[in-house]
């Protein structure tokens, strides 16, 4: 079982990335997804979750109405939309699945099953 992100890279403030998740090895049409980032000398931290079935999703503060989390259960892939990008958003993002369902501690680490390698995202000033 593996979950492989991409399409990180360096973009300027304002700018816009999409984060792929590229599941395999098992379906994950029935696990939730999430979108964690860790910044340099900082913790892992929360961004985003999404439901099985695409219709509930929770984002962090910091990213409410500038990023936006969706899958395709077709592909087992998860995506991460990032729009609108400051500097602060520099970090290592990882994807995570889980088998529990989005009514509990989805925004810790813990909550999940299955990580990904992580894909670095800068954004420069």
């Known amino acids: 079982v593996q979950l492989v992100e991409s399409g990180g890279g360096l973009v300027q403030a304002g700018g816009s990335l999409r984060l792929s998740c590229a599941a395999s090895?098992?379906?994950?049409?029935?696990?939730?997804r999430a979108w964690f980032r860790q910044a340099p000398g900082k913790e892992r931290e929360f961004v985003a979750a999404?439901?099985?079935?695409?219709?509930?999703?929770s984002y962090a503060d910091s990213v409410k109405g500038r990023f936006t989390i969706s899958r395709d259960n077709a592909k087992n892939t998860a995506y991460l939309q990032m729009n609108s990008l400051k500097p602060e958003d520099t970090a290592v993002y990882y994807c995570?699945?889980?088998?529990?369902?989005?009514?509990?501690?989805?925004?810790?680490?813990?909550?999940?099953?299955?990580w990904g390698q992580g894909t670095q995202v800068t954004v420069s000033s």
């Open positions: 090895g098992r379906t994950f049409s029935d696990y939730a």
């Open positions: 999404i439901n099985w079935s695409g219709g509930s999703t």
């Open positions: 995570g699945a889980s088998r529990y369902v989005m009514g509990g501690n989805y925004y810790h680490e813990g909550f999940y099953d299955y």
